[in-house]
C-alpha cells in the first residue's frame, strides 16, 4: 500500500464490489425439474465497480479500487486482474472467508444472463475501512450501492472536495437514501426507481429523485434500448446499438465506465450517453463482465456504422414531459 504522503491523483476512484464470475453457457435456459447440458463453463472476473475501473484504465485513465475480498483463490485472481491493469488497490482482506462467487447462466439464443450469487456479510465495507486521502486525491468518484453506509461516507468526503460522484445503484440496499443525498450523477437500473418511489414512469420518477436529492444528473438504463437521463431541465434518450449478443453480464458496469470517461473529458450529456451505450453494447459480444471492452477507436468506429435499436419513447413524448416538467419546476 503506498504511503499516504505520496498518494497520487488518479482520474477515478471507485469504492464498490468485486467478484468472481463463473460463466455457464446453456443452449437454452432450464425448465424446472429438467436437465440440460451446458456447453461451457469459465471463469471470470466481475463485479460493478472493479470491472468498470478495468474500462477506465483501458481507456487511458488512472484508477484507484477499495473493495474487499476474503482469503481464497478469487481474491488472489482479484489482485492479478487489478495488478495487471495498473490500477492502484486498496483490498480489504477477511481470513477464513470466501470472496463474493456469482453463477452466471447464459442463455445461448439471446445473450442474456440469470445471475445466482453469493456474498458473505463479513466482505461489508464500512466507513473504518476508508481513508479520506484516497477519496480527495481523485477526479472523480465512482460508487455502488451495495455497501451503502461506507459509500455514503465516501460520497460526503467527495462532495466536499467538489469531487463529481457517480453512483450505479440497481437496488433498494439499506443506507441508500444518504449514499443519494451526495450523488452528482446517479445512473439506475430501470427498476430501482419503480421499487423506491412505487411508480413505473421514469419521465415521472427521474425529475422527482433528482428534486428530492438534488442530483446534477438522473437516469436509467433500458437494456438494449439504451438510457434516458434528466438534466434538471430537460430529458436526453439515447437509443441502443444492436449487437449480436452473447452475454449481457457487465453491460451496466461498462455503461458507468463510460459514464466516468465522458465526465473526466468534460463532454456534454448527449455524448456520455452516446459513448455509454455504444461501450456497453460492445461489451455484450463477448463471454464475461469484461469480456467485450473495446478500445476508444473501436467504440468510435462502432458508433459510425452500427445499427440503432427501436426508440423507446417519440420524440413528440420527450418533448412533451420535458414542457410539463418545466412547468412545474
Excluded at 6 to 15: E, F, I, M, Q
Excluded at 70 to 89: F, K, M, N, V, Y
Excluded at 170 to 191: I, R
Aim: aromatic share 8%; charged share 25%; net charge positive.
Amino acid at each position: 500500500m503506498p504511503q499516504l504522503a505520496r498518494l497520487s491523483v488518479v482520474d477515478v476512484t471507485g469504492v464498490g464490489i468485486n467478484a468472481t464470475d463463473t460463466v455457464i453457457e446453456l443452449s437454452r435456459f432450464p425448465d424446472f425439474n429438467s436437465k440440460l447440458e451446458f456447453s461451457s463453463a469459465r471463469v471470470f472476473p466481475g463485479g460493478q465497480v472493479a470491472s468498470a475501473l478495468v474500462a477506465c484504465r483501458r481507456w487511458g485513465l488512472s484508477a484507484r479500487y477499495i473493495g474487499s475480498v476474503g482469503d481464497d483463490s478469487a481474491a488472489a485472481l482479484q489482485r492479478l486482474e487489478l495488478r495487471e491493469h495498473r490500477i492502484e488497490c486498496h483490498l480489504i482482506r477477511l481470513r477464513n472467508c470466501l470472496s463474493q462467487l456469482s453463477y452466471i447462466l447464459i442463455d445461448g439464443r439471446s445473450g442474456e444472463r440469470t445471475i445466482l450469487w453469493k456474498r458473505d456479510s463479513r466482505l461489508t465495507l464500512r466507513p473504518r475501512h476508508l481513508r479520506r486521502r484516497w477519496i480527495e486525491r481523485s477526479k472523480v468518484l465512482l460508487l455502488d450501492g451495495h455497501d451503502a453506509v461506507a459509500a455514503a461516507q465516501a460520497a460526503r468526503w467527495a462532495r466536499a472536495a467538489r469531487i463529481p460522484v457517480v453512483a450505479d445503484v440497481d437496488n433498494l440496499y439499506p443506507g441508500a437514501e444518504a449514499l443519494l443525498e451526495c450523488t452528482d450523477y446517479l445512473f439506475a437500473s430501470f427498476e430501482f426507481p419503480v421499487r423506491f418511489l412505487g411508480n413505473s414512469d421514469p419521465f415521472v420518477n427521474l425529475p422527482r429523485i433528482s428534486q428530492r436529492f438534488g442530483c446534477k444528473v438522473t437516469g436509467v438504463t433500458l437494456g438494449h434500448l439504451g438510457a434516458l437521463a434528466w438534466d434538471g431541465a430537460r430529458f436526453h434518450y439515447c437509443r441502443g446499438y444492436r449487437v449480436r449478443p452473447v452475454d449481457t453480464t457487465g453491460a451496466g458496469d461498462i455503461f458507468h465506465a463510460g459514464i466516468v470517461y465522458g465526465i473526466s473529458k468534460d463532454w456534454a450529456l448527449d455524448a456520455i450517453l452516446e459513448f455509454s451505450c455504444a461501450a456497453a453494447a460492445l461489451n455484450c459480444t463477448a463471454l464475461g463482465a469484461r469480456g467485450g471492452i473495446k478500445s476508444l477507436p473501436e467504440i468510435r468506429s462502432f458508433m459510425r456504422h452500427a445499427r440503432r435499436s427501436e426508440p423507446a419513447f417519440s420524440q413528440e413524448r420527450l418533448e412533451r414531459t420535458t414542457s410539463n416538467q418545466s412547468r412545474h419546476s
